[in-house]
């Protein structure tokens, strides 16, 4: 995973400047004769959708409108499996991994992730529901994961508190409650933004690579 943060909280330029270095190392890896003819070409801007509206059109529903019986029935039909213990953000997450991720075949940035799925991005001008995330799929795979960085530490303990809930209730992907993290956050954060980029499986998409082991720089020292 490759990771970097920019001393500013500017949700668009972050999507720039992931799009600037996909396209630089596109170029790059097409300099070499034996995958140059594999690597596609980015065309900037990416797309763009938002993540809510997506998840709608593919379900045929309003899923925000869906009390948890409709939702828990809707998510059986879409094929989510083991759904009794999740939790209703969790439901919502892998319905849209089931219906929306495998149809972003071209590159395309999701944004406008709930507040529920991203407990420590912050929330989005206009509309607190939301918030200023956004994920970069190609071949329906998730190749980056940004967003601007909460720094007000009174909207991050209630949602760390809500994760505790969340978690007590079973979602193990759930986080607690953190109180290192929040009393540095009380002295004083700065507006920042963070992108972490899977290295593997971007190389797997600019070299046609289909499994993951090929792209691997140790293979060997990877368990079968």
């Given at each position: ?34 995958v ?21 059109t ?44 495998p149809?972003?075949?071209k ?6 992730y ?11 001008r ?28 009174l ?23 953190d109180?290192?993290?929040l ?42």
């Open positions: 995973m490759l990771e970097f943060y920019q001393a500013y909280a500017d949700y668009n330029g972050m999507m720039e400047l992931v799009e600037q270095l996909m396209e630089r190392v596109a170029d790059t890896v097409r300099t070499v004769p034996e140059a003819a594999n690597v596609p070409a980015f065309e900037r801007p990416f797309r763009r959708v938002e993540w809510f509206p997506s998840l709608n593919a379900a045929g529903t309003d899923v925000a409108d869906l009390d948890d019986a409709s939702l828990r029935a809707l998510a059986t039909r879409v094929g989510v499996e083991k759904i009794e213990s999740m939790s209703r953000p969790k439901l919502l997450d892998e319905m849209f991994q089931a219906l929306v991720e149809k972003l075949v590159p395309t940035f999701v944004v406008d709930p507040v529920e799925l991203s407990p420590l991005a912050k929330p989005k206009g509309n607190p529901k939301l918030t200023e995330r956004f994920e970069l799929f190609a071949n329906g795979k998730e190749m980056a994961n940004a967003f601007s960085e909460l720094n007000d530490p909207d991050q303990r209630r949602r760390l508190e809500a994760q505790a809930k969340l978690r007590a209730a079973g979602d193990e992907e759930a986080v607690g409650v109180e290192d993290y009393r540095a956050m009380e002295y004083g954060m700065p507006p920042m933004g963070g992108v972490g980029i899977g290295v593997d499986r971007l190389f797997m998409y600019l070299t046609g690579a289909s499994n993951i082991r090929d792209v691997i720089l140790f293979p060997t020292m990877r368990p079968e």
